[in-house]
């Protein structure tokens, strides 16, 4: 072979240079001056494009999937749906949700980041709080990113949680936050927002079998973490879902006690919010 595959351009995988274009050997070859070359690298020197390997472009995905932007965007997916949001900008004008996405990230995300060491993670996730989410012209919605909550969470979340019960100084239990989205989630699934008015959740594969767990919970219900527990024991074992099992790892118990006042009446979802983001 004359080509390395995992540094080759690849379709709909965004652009790429090459110097040498044609067939045929050297008679049917076209080759870029240098000059020219040289012009091309100072237009994208200027941009700040960075060039690296295929390698340390997985890096900078696995960083931006698993700790970055895709957890806060889902976690203000799930909460915008509950709290009758329609942009996602709009949220970043709420003092809880803001607080809620900077300590998943910053707080509970960076300490196990994959560093790819091309980009500084939280500077990263600096532009994502303060440039991106913020950007009204941005027409992403909550429920477009609700969509497939369930395919997404494994990784979004689940990959982090991994990384704290693997570590020798991290304790899976100092995650506050995280177990907050989860509780969020449940709640969302059952399709009724923080005033009490019914929603349609977005598509989802596993929609149907997540919420058979959900039917057995109403808005107003007062009952114990330990009640909740029982009911949803099926679903926050789940590795499926959850990408661990949150009651091996000793996430679920917390999961349900925030999921019981979420549901303990109207206004639950702001009430929470407001009291462990504090």
């Not at 072979?1 to 274009?21: H, I, M, P, Q, W």
């Not at 991994?162 to 969020?184: C, H, N, W």
């Amino acid at each position: 072979e004359v080509s390395e595959k995992r540094n080759d351009a690849r379709a709909n995988c965004g652009f790429a240079l090459v110097k040498y274009t044609g067939a045929r050997g050297k008679s049917g070859t076209s080759d870029a001056t240098a000059e020219l070359m040289a012009r091309i690298r100072c237009i994208f020197d200027k941009a700040g494009i960075i060039y690296t390997d295929h390698a340390t472009v997985d890096k900078v995905e696995r960083m931006k999937v698993t700790t970055c932007l895709n957890p806060l965007h889902t976690a203000l997916a799930v909460y915008g749906c509950l709290l009758g949001y329609d942009r996602i900008w709009k949220e970043m004008k709420d003092e809880e949700l803001v607080r809620l996405i900077k300590t998943i990230g910053y707080k509970e995300g960076l300490p196990v980041v994959t560093d790819p060491g091309i980009i500084d993670p939280k500077k990263f996730i600096d532009t994502v709080v303060n440039v991106r989410l913020v950007n009204p012209f941005m027409p992403d919605t909550p429920q477009r990113i609700a969509t497939d909550t369930s395919q997404k969470l494994p990784i979004r979340y689940g990959e982090t949680i991994k990384a704290y019960m693997a570590s020798e100084t991290l304790d899976v239990q100092q995650l506050r936050m995280i177990p907050l989205v989860f509780a969020g989630w449940l709640r969302y699934l059952m399709a009724v927002d923080d005033n009490g008015n019914a929603f349609t959740p977005s598509p989802d594969p596993m929609l149907g079998e997540a919420q058979s767990y959900a039917v057995a919970f109403r808005l107003g219900q007062h009952i114990t973490a330990a009640e909740a527990m029982d009911k949803l024991s099926g679903l926050l074992s789940s590795e499926k879902v959850f990408g661990v099992d949150l009651i091996q790892c000793g996430l679920a118990e917390r999961v349900c006690e925030y999921f019981v006042e979420l549901i303990a009446s109207p206004g639950a979802v702001r009430a929470t919010l407001k009291k462990y983001t504090m």
